[in-house]
């Protein structure tokens, strides 16, 4: 099955407490892409990009089954601009400076081949843009995600809550799912947020991992421990892409499949955070991340308690 | 098999967001015991406590089996009396309070029937006193674990890292784990700790789990989830009474039981944050733990992802 990837494609200047690196290629897109494209043969992109947006990585994209039909390039345009400052921790971070450029004004196109696709991912982006592409398919995708972030829930919650009624998977972080519910336990959170809508939510919890909920369901796995964190930027976004990449592989929205595919999603996403930028995450082996899935997997299984 | 479980035994006043409690009893030799008694019928109690303690539960304690001739009544003596105050994320909490009270020159004696004992829970205490149940013992124990806390490592590091240096398991919490071994990342953390002599290092998440590392072997829990939690005060102390209890119950110090261990002390650490003091954990029936622990091993169970 192929799938749609909505979101930014951008640069990005990264600071942490380990170095930094100066306008390379970032974006949710990027990250949603190069995940799912462990998974999946064939995605279609909708994304803007300006002139001055390297061919290389889109030849890399292209080598890896990504179709760029829902690709604007603004001539004369400059691509999206990040620049950001990890705190010791590295979770909380600095916004320094947002360069929107080329995504003012733009209208995300959906390309007439992919508007029966159906799986779809909505990167973390302004919730007007996600609705936008909800609105062109010609059918009901069989599964929508929505990754999202708080800068959306303070400036056009609205917005956001229209859009997160329509899709079927949220994925949002612990706090996120705090300030979106009102609840402080995560239970009650996820149960506040199924009832705007989506019947799975999944709370990302760094380093802590993540959990899923499903009706009465619940599935934890743990992150993938590292030595040495690098840069998170788009860890988040990473997870969301082998999340959807490996349900559109086994072309399946059933449980047993999402439990999968939330280790999928944890194991590519630590390969992110060991580089800065999309690096580490594209020149991954298939080997690379099998190993780590079984090593996850692994930590997690214990004998059942005989009781 | 038996064990003895070394800790305070004491009366806290506690305030969370969600209410509070007066001069209930506490202290880590109350919470070790009751968690431990759903496993072990037979507990050597190693603490102290003034003529202000109140017989009714160290009736209850006694009925688990939990033995008190190493338990030191100080006539005219007033019991430790803690005091602290919660911060809205239920974490993070000030001591308003502490009066040592009859802790104050305490020596424990550990009694002649229980100096073989082959299963030791080294409570949260001054490292001194730690120290000193060791040295009494007849026998080198087979698993002798150590729950500590930043307290004894701003205040005591060369008497803690000298007890650590000859305990089987070291509990800290992560940040603990940082401040110990000077390292950020938890898995270098756990490295740097083994060296200073326990085998097994588990790290207390709270409400992210717990994390377990032996030579290269991990092991990880997610937390029981929660919809509430009233007072986290004691679930760390219950942690390691279940942890040691069962092990105890099943008289082994292997991989496999030490994960069921973690899995039932987590399980039982999260009925001891749904109320005040011991209260809850007082109350809980066979029944109530073990559906804990089935629902706990199912939400981290998923099949092998097929690569």
Not at 90 to 97: A, E, N, S, V
Not at 171 to 194: F, P, V, W
Not at 275 to 285: I, N, P, Q, S
């Amino acid at each position: 099955m192929s799938l749609i990837a909505v979101g930014t494609i951008a640069f990005d200047s990264i600071k942490t407490p380990v170095g930094q690196a100066d306008r390379v290629v970032g974006g949710a897109a990027s990250y949603i892409c190069l995940a799912a494209s462990h998974f999946v043969k064939k995605q279609n992109l909708i994304s803007v990009i300006g002139e001055d947006f390297p061919q290389e990585f889109l030849k890399e994209l292209k080598s890896r089954g990504v179709d760029q039909n829902g690709l604007k390039l603004i001539e004369g345009g400059k691509s999206f601009f990040w620049e950001g400052s990890y705190h010791d921790d590295l979770i909380k971070r600095d916004t320094l400076l947002t360069e929107l450029n080329v995504l003012e004004g733009w209208s995300p196109v959906v390309p007439d081949e992919a508007k029966n696709t159906e799986f779809v991912m909505l990167g973390n982006l302004d919730p007007s843009i996600q609705t936008s592409v909800l609105n062109q398919m010609s059918i009901k995708p069989r599964l929508v995600v929505l990754d999202t972030m708080n800068f959306w829930m303070d400036i056009a919650m609205d917005n956001l809550k229209s859009v997160i009624s329509r899709v079927n998977v949220l994925m949002i972080n612990d706090d996120e799912a705090r300030q979106l519910s009102g609840e402080n336990s995560l239970i009650n959170a996820a149960k506040e947020i199924h009832k705007l809508g989506p019947e799975t939510v999944v709370i990302k919890k760094g380093e802590h991992g993540a959990l899923m909920f499903e009706n009465n369901k619940k599935f934890f796995t743990p992150a993938y421990p590292l030595d040495k964190v690098v840069d998170p930027t788009g860890a988040g976004d990473t997870f969301a892409g082998g999340f959807i990449g490996l349900l559109a592989s086994k072309n399946s929205t059933g449980w047993q499949e999402k439990k999968q595919a939330i280790v999928a999603g944890a194991v590519l996403a630590s390969f992110t955070c060991e580089a800065f930028g999309t690096k580490r995450l594209a020149e991954l082996t298939t080997n690379d991340w099998q190993e780590r899935v079984k090593n996850l997997q692994e930590m997690s299984r214990v004998e059942p308690l005989f009781l």
